[in-house]
């Protein structure tokens, strides 16, 4: 049996399981719908901003963890590119515009590990910042600021993860490591790829 789900989310078809990729999986039973159910997965991303030695964290005003801080990040959307949900999900919860400039880091945690039951891989960016103030005018923050990795030890609830990306971006060297490749990467629409040095670093 299928499981919890019995039709096809794609044709409405009854669901069964077929072999694929070397395990059962959920699967239409319409050979021309092709619908194989491979997991449940999803994207977070997140970035580290820094001016003057402190870094951007905003206090979380919607539960989980409502009141703990974190670097701001949020889901990327299914049609959303990467490079512009991170800039957005920095804009909407800190008022703060700044640009990619490379990655911090990722997590993987498989399904079930941090909650939710989906598979999700948290992309943290470094980001340049270009201007405003941090603000808590969103009605998801509560708190929003620039601040030293000392002062955030006197701040009860940062987490754990923000840390680390906070202290891996700030102890990294200017020069990019895996970066945004707009000019020597494949270029397809809705394609965004990263490679190490960045920009058509292999012309160079
Ligand atoms: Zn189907």
Not at 149 to 158: K, N, R, W, Y
Request: glycine share 16%; proline share 7%.
């Amino acid at each position: 049996m299928p499981g919890p789900w019995r039709y096809c989310p794609n044709c409405s078809m009854p669901l069964t399981t077929k072999m694929e990729g070397g395990r059962e999986r959920i699967a239409c039973a319409d050979e021309d719908c092709g619908f194989i159910h491979f997991g449940n997965f999803s994207i977070g991303c997140a970035g580290v901003v820094i001016r003057d030695g402190k870094a951007l964290i905003i206090q979380r005003g919607i539960e989980p963890f409502r009141g703990s801080w974190q670097i701001p990040g949020g889901y990327v959307e299914a049609d959303e590119p990467i490079l512009e949900a991170v800039e957005r999900e920095v804009r909407e919860e800190s008022g703060v515009i700044a640009k990619v400039r490379d990655v911090v880091g990722f997590r993987h945690s498989v399904g079930g590990s941090i909650g939710g039951p989906a598979t999700n891989i948290y992309l943290v960016f470094r980001l340049d910042y270009l201007s405003g103030e941090p603000s808590d005018a969103d009605s998801e923050v509560m708190g929003a600021g620039f601040f030293t990795l000392e002062e955030m030890e006197a701040i009860p609830g940062v987490q754990g993860l923000s840390k680390w990306a906070i202290r891996k971006a700030m102890a990294a060297d200017a020069s990019p490591g895996l970066a945004p490749d707009s000019l020597g990467g494949p270029q397809r629409p809705g394609f965004s790829v990263f490679g190490l040095g960045g920009m058509g670093f292999e012309q160079a």
